[in-house]
């Protein structure tokens, strides 16, 4: 069985259908990249998931549960965490602070501790400024904090929705690369990317979508490979 199976989901806004037919299947310990352009419905997809947004159609399973009528803090609570795509952090507030709104379902001090302590050792430069407010971060850093006060309520699920966005190359590649350590060890993850190229070559399995439908799914190498991907997701050159 699946992770998570996303089936056929058809979410609107209003009269606006932005999702009409996205199905996907997330095995345990993959990394699943949602590729496709700007508008495609990516982020309502994932915020559907999170039970920010409630489908019109569709069903979504977690280990075999639908999930899709739960209120948002009940989805985290049964492990699936989501790092916004924007990063929406609280630039008034410490690194520590950011950190500890991940675990606000939480009671264990002593776990929360703990992780706080992995947080600091996968991106030591937070562990440095953990009292430093977000708001005064690069790029790259806030990205980090995102993801680190995702991984503060110990998902089972990571979703990351344009975790390069504005990022350097070689800061897109250092958040990669920590995706990647993360599923490594034992962290599914579901990352959404509008950069295809880094997205595909990190992927166990990876989907299209556009407008709102999913239209191609392979692994990562079929895609990279695929021509039909190259002309509209990864731009001149790839494919000569
Ligand atoms: N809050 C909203 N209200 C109305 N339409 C929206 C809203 N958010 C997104 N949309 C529309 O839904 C479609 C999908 O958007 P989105 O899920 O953000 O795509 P992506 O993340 O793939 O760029 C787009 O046409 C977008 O304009
Ligand atoms: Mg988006």
Redesign the pocket.
């Known amino acids: 069985m699946a992770f998570l199976e996303v089936r056929d989901l058809t979410v609107a806004?209003g009269a606006?259908q932005?999702v009409r037919g996205v199905s996907f299947t997330v095995e345990q310990g993959q990394i699943v990249s949602l590729i496709?352009s700007?508008?495609?419905?990516?982020?309502?997809t994932l915020r559907t998931i999170s039970g920010l947004l409630r489908p019109v159609a569709g069903e979504i399973l977690l280990a075999g549960e639908p999930i899709h009528r739960l209120p948002a803090h009940e989805i985290l609570a049964r492990g699936v965490a989501h790092s916004p795509e924007g990063r929406r952090l609280f630039a008034r507030m410490t690194v520590e602070e950011n950190l500890r709104l991940g675990a606000y379902t939480r009671k264990d001090e002593a776990g929360i501790v703990a992780d706080l302590d992995r947080v600091y050792s996968l991106f030591p430069v937070l562990g440095e400024r953990r009292r430093n407010k977000a708001g005064l971060f690069s790029g790259g850093e806030q990205q980090m904090l995102a993801i680190g006060r995702a991984l503060m309520s110990r998902p089972k699920l990571l979703m990351l929705d344009e975790p390069s966005m504005g990022l350097s190359p070689i800061m897109t590649q250092k958040i990669l690369d920590t995706v990647r350590e993360l599923r490594d060890e034992g962290t599914t993850v579901l990352l959404v990317e509008q950069n295809a190229l880094a997205a595909l070559g990190l992927s166990d399995h990876a989907y299209v979508i556009d407008l709102g439908r999913t239209t191609l799914s392979g692994s990562g190498r079929e895609l990279l490979a695929d021509p039909r991907v190259q002309e509209a997701y990864l731009g001149e050159g790839v494919a000569s």
Not at 38 to 44: E, L
């Open positions: 806004y606006i932005a496709g700007n508008g495609a419905g990516k982020t309502t």
